[in-house]
């Protein structure tokens, strides 16, 4: 091929790549203007934050009810991940909290693939909770001014999660209504259990036949976290029902209702644990006594106590271990339970059977029932419940335990909230 035509290739060739680059260069310009950011579609026209927000109380918005609008664990982490690369200044009106750390960086510092990043971030926009602001390629970048906002950002933008804030308050708010609705049926269906449990025992004490009550009061389902509201309202009508029934019978065989009046003439008082006659067999555990009596311990007040008034103060969780089925409440009834709940609590075993050796077995019981019910005071709640046995097994060793004056305090405070209705 002569000089000439070699020329005049190079220079077609030359004049193509010219042409392609051009062209390329105009799509590109193309692809930035008119295609919008992925997430776009879920914003209005105003883009920006309407407010001043604290991105830490939106985060504990999103952890109260990030369950509501279909966010999980991983989701919320994620979630708070991308909250914490960005600034206060960040989240005030007219800004955009954007997140432009690269998608390689976030999957390493989280110790998840590049994948699992790209899903958890899809499904976060489809639930409406951030958007993209993108270059042309999808790139990550970004820098800030001076003064710490943000200059230029190209990366995961968090407004529309900043605009859902009004919506979160408010689903907040309503959690606590739900909250306060459920924790006083509660209330009020362990009241009514308590009721029905004593008028099984007040009748059984009579030679009245409730077995069929028995059978229907076992019968009644336990309260979940998981239980609706309407299965709450369902089980505490049921509740009621059977405690009206109840009172027919007692009224129909010559009983009152009220257990407040005068003490029955042979209604047999809870032993003192340091009576010569007590048996191992008021015990949920034998490995308790080794053998021994429960001779010489000192005074607990729960020789001032009946065993009615012991149920009265019980928890809902306490009746759960203490059914009857087909026979009258006894001491062992109790003292089982109490053994059985102290796992829920979180105490030791040896914490139990150290109270058990020391203050007796109904007595240790009594204060695993004032324990439970103190784990909800209204004002100083319990919190460490294997340290208050320990403590009360400490002050009975010496003599100032006073049970009878805890019970008959959360008696009273039952009947000031008008749990009990009167039956005490």
């Known amino acids: 091929m002569s000089i000439v035509k070699r020329r005049f290739v ?34 209005d026209e105003n883009y920006f934050n309407d407010k001043n927000i ?38 005030v009106a007219g800004e955009r909290p954007i997140v432009y750390k690269s998608v390689c960086k976030m999957a390493r510092e989280r110790g998840v693939s590049e994948r699992q990043i790209h899903h958890r971030e899809a499904k976060l926009h489809a639930l409406g909770c951030i958007a993209w602001n993108d270059m042309g390629n999808f790139r990550r970048t970004g820098g800030r001014k001076k003064d710490g ?27 606590i209504e739900d909250l306060a ?73 010559g009983l009152t209702q009220k257990t407040s009046d005068q003490p029955e003439e042979n209604f047999r008082h809870i032993q003192p644990t340091n009576n010569p006659q007590s048996s191992k067999d008021d015990t949920c555990n034998p490995r308790v006594d080794d053998g021994k009596e429960d001779v010489g311990k000192k005074s607990t007040g729960s ?44 105490v030791h075993k040896s914490a139990w059977a150290d109270a058990c050796s020391v203050m007796g077995r109904m007595a240790a019981a009594i204060a695993i029932i004032i324990i439970d019910r103190n784990m909800s005071h209204p004002e100083c709640p319990i919190q460490n ?20 004056r805890s019970i008959f305090g959360i008696l009273e405070r039952d009947r000031k909230s008008g749990m009990n209705g009167g039956m005490r």
């Open 385 to 404: 419940p294997g340290g208050v046995l320990r403590a009360m097994t400490a002050r009975a060793r010496i003599g100032e335990l006073h049970l009878h």
């Open 181 to 253: 609705a459920f924790d006083a049926a509660r209330r009020s269906l362990s009241s009514t259990r308590r009721r029905i449990l004593v008028k099984i025992t007040r009748a059984q004490d009579a030679g009245v036949d409730v077995s069929d009550t028995v059978e229907q009061f076992s019968a009644l389902a336990q309260v979940r976290a998981r239980t609706s509201s309407g299965s709450l309202d369902t089980i505490l009508t049921c509740a009621n029902d059977l405690e009206t029934t109840l009172d027919e019978t007692l009224l129909s065989c």
């Open 149 to 175: 906002r943000i200059a230029f950002a190209y990366g995961v933008d968090l407004s529309p999660l900043a605009r859902r804030y009004d919506e979160f308050a408010i689903m907040k708010e309503k959690q």
């Open 303 to 346: 020789e001032h106590l009946e065993i009615r008034q012991v149920i009265n103060a019980t928890g809902d969780n306490f009746i759960a271990y203490m059914r009857p089925i087909g026979r009258k409440v006894c001491i062992s009834d109790v003292v089982d339970a109490a053994g059985r709940l102290c796992h829920d609590l979180g």
């Open 10 to 43: 190079r220079f077609i060739d030359n004049q193509l790549r010219v042409e392609l680059a051009e062209n390329y260069m105009q799509l590109q310009s193309i692809r930035d203007e008119n295609i919008p950011p992925r997430g776009a579609e879920i914003l």
């Open 54 to 91: 604290r991105p830490f109380d939106l985060l504990r918005l999103v952890r109260d009810i990030g369950h509501q609008i279909g966010l999980s664990g991983g989701d919320i982490q994620h979630l708070d991940y991308l909250i914490s690369h960005t600034r206060e200044v960040d989240w």
